[in-house]
Every structure is written in C-alpha cells, then in structure tokens.
C-alpha cells in the first residue's frame, strides 16, 4: 500500500501558518505537487512554496483564498484545477478565532465571523473540489479540526462550535462521497506548539496544561502533519468518516 504522494495535487489552506506549513512541507516531502492556501500573508506563502520546490525539486504554488467569500474561492480553486489539471487531496487547515465569552457586550461579529471562516470556508473549499473528485472517481478530503471541538474551552465557544461542525461535515461527507471513491476524514490537534490555540487559553492556563497532558508535553506541528499525511496517502485507504486525535492523550 502506498505511503507517497508523487503525481498527486494537493491543496492546503491555511498553508502558511504554523500547522499549514508543516503539512505542506511533509506532503511535499512525499511527492506531491502542493498549492499553498494563503488569505493575507502571501509573502510567508510564497516563501513556503519556493522552499518545497528547492527542497523536492517539484514546483509548488501559491494560492489566494478568501474562505468567507464563496464565489472567490470557487473561482481561485478553479483556477489551481485548471493550472495543474487535478487536485487529489485537499486540507482544510485555515482556521480563525477571537477569544469572549458569549455576553450581551461582547460583538456577535467576532462570533459569527468565526464560524464563517472554519466551518463555511471549508465547506465553500469542499464545494470547489467536489466535482473534480467525484468525476475522477478519486480524491482525499482531510479537515483540520481541533480538540476544542470535543472538549470545551472557556471563552472559545465560537472556534468549539466551528470545529464540532467540521466533524459533522466529515461523518456526513464521508457516507455522501464514498460511492465515489472520495475519502474524507478529519485530524483534531491538542494544544500545539506555535499555533494560534496555544495563544488564546492565557498564560495560567498554558502553565498547568503539560501536566495535565500524559506525554507531558505540547504537540509540534509536525507531528500533526504527519497525522494529515497518514490520512492523505493510500496507507489510510479503508478510513473514512474518522477523526484521528492528535493530543498526548489529554481527551482520553
């Protein structure tokens, strides 16, 4: 069973950041032609890109998205099928959260904007590949969730109730598409390092978790990118409609 990727197109949103880069770096590293997703931060996205292409050999590319805006990302998406004639794997990696309680005083904006880019943003990205996978009969789908999608986190309720919903949308993805030959799954991450999660617990609570957590210590982004890959190479070929947990055991 193959554990590469060489022929194969894949398309990472998100790409840029601290798990989005790794993961294009280890799917790349695999063989495959990688598009990095970018909103705001071409430069580190293009930065990326050329360091793949420098590394493999193989030329990645950059790619513009703005997840709350359906007809740019049909359109952008559309644009990378047509430059590359294929797009076999996508990751839904891009994500966006405000921390606030959910309070009169605090902007139902931040809330709502939140859920529009995690969860409708990867549904607009689904949307886009869609027809390209079901009529090549082939196709990876992996959503990048995260623990807070299982366990609650004070003050995170909007990126909790987005992530949740990414679940969904894997389970019910995964029956709908099978009969095509399109896989889906999903990767929820713990507490990792550089990542914008990290960031928004505070600093008495970062404090304590490693001791909580029983491998004692915070995920690297690598470590989630080598869970993406398991689930975007054939070696994961039976698996579908799963969510594989990547959190040092804290949610056992």
Same mark, same amino acid.
């Given at each position: 069973m193959g554990t590469g990727l060489g022929g194969r197109v894949v398309l990472?949103?998100?790409?840029?950041?601290?798990? %989005?880069?790794?993961?294009?770096?280890? *799917? +790349? @590293?695999?063989?495959?032609?990688?598009? =990095?997703?970018? /909103?705001?931060?071409e430069a580190g996205a293009s930065a990326i890109a050329e360091e793949i292409t420098k590394d493999t050999g193989i030329a990645a590319d950059t790619c513009g998205l703005d997840l709350r805006d359906n007809a740019q990302v049909q359109d952008a998406v559309g644009a990378v099928a047509r430059r590359h004639q294929r797009i076999d794997v996508l990751v839904n990696n891009a994500a966006a959260g405000?921390?606030?309680?959910?309070?009169?005083?605090?902007?139902?904006?931040?809330?709502? %904007?939140?859920?529009?880019?995690?969860? *409708? +943003? @990867?549904?607009?990205?689904?949307?886009? =590949?869609?027809? /390209?996978?079901?009529?090549?009969?082939?196709?990876?789908?992996?959503?990048v969730a995260?623990?807070?999608?299982?366990?609650?986190?004070?003050?995170?309720?909007?990126?909790?109730?987005?992530?949740?919903?990414?679940?969904?949308?894997?389970?019910?993805?995964?029956?709908?598409?099978?009969?095509?030959?399109?896989?889906?799954?999903?990767?929820?991450?713990?507490?990792?390092?550089?990542?914008?999660?990290?960031?928004?617990?505070?600093?008495?609570?970062r404090n304590g978790l490693q001791e909580r957590i029983p491998l004692r210590r915070l995920a690297r982004a690598d470590e989630i990118a080598q869970a993406v890959a398991f689930l975007s190479t054939d070696a994961s070929s039976y698996i579908t409609g799963q969510t594989l947990v990547v959190d040092g055991g804290l949610t056992l």
């Open positions: 990472v949103t998100g790409g840029s950041g601290g798990i %989005g880069s790794a993961v294009c770096r280890t *799917l +790349g @590293a695999l063989g495959a032609t990688v598009v =990095v997703g970018f /909103h705001r931060n405000k921390a606030g309680l959910v309070l009169p005083t605090n902007p139902a904006a931040d809330w709502v %904007g939140t859920v529009e880019t995690n969860l *409708l +943003g @990867a549904y607009y990205c689904v949307r886009a =590949v869609a027809m /390209h996978m079901l009529l090549s009969r082939s196709g990876v789908i992996v959503n995260s623990i807070a999608a299982i366990s609650g986190i004070e003050g995170l309720s909007a990126y909790s109730a987005s992530k949740a919903g990414l679940l969904g949308l894997t389970r019910s993805l995964a029956v709908e598409y099978a009969p095509f030959g399109v896989r889906v799954n999903a990767v929820a991450p713990g507490y990792t390092e550089g990542n914008g999660m990290i960031e928004q617990v505070g600093e008495q609570r």
